[in-house]
């Protein structure tokens, strides 16, 4: 499948749903559409690396790197950092031939 027709059906789902969330402005939701709209980034982000890493022959690099960044964005808030600690991870697994 294309990858910009997967990244366009990705939008295709996510983008409404926050975009609703966003644009009800004065509405008050009930809780489960705040607990919903809260956790769509979450599971869309984690249904694209979970298949790619233990999918993988390397996926013991991977996993390794997927923690690391999951732990660093989980205690700093920061996805920046969490991305270049993962990258880091998996770099130093690489050098050290795991």
Request: aromatic residues 14%; contains cysteine.
């Amino acid at each position: 499948m294309n990858a910009l027709l997967v990244i366009g059906l990705m939008w295709a789902v996510t983008y409404p749903v926050r975009w609703l969330g966003l644009g009800l402005g004065g509405l008050k939701l009930p809780p489960f559409w705040l607990a919903f709209l809260r956790f769509v980034p979450v599971s869309v982000f984690a249904a694209l690396v979970v298949p790619d890493v233990l999918g993988s022959p390397e996926w013991a690099r991977r996993f390794v790197a997927c923690a690391v960044g999951g732990a660093l964005m989980w205690r700093s808030r920061s996805l920046g950092l969490g991305i270049l600690g993962g990258f880091g991870a998996y770099w130093a697994a690489r050098l050290a031939g795991l």
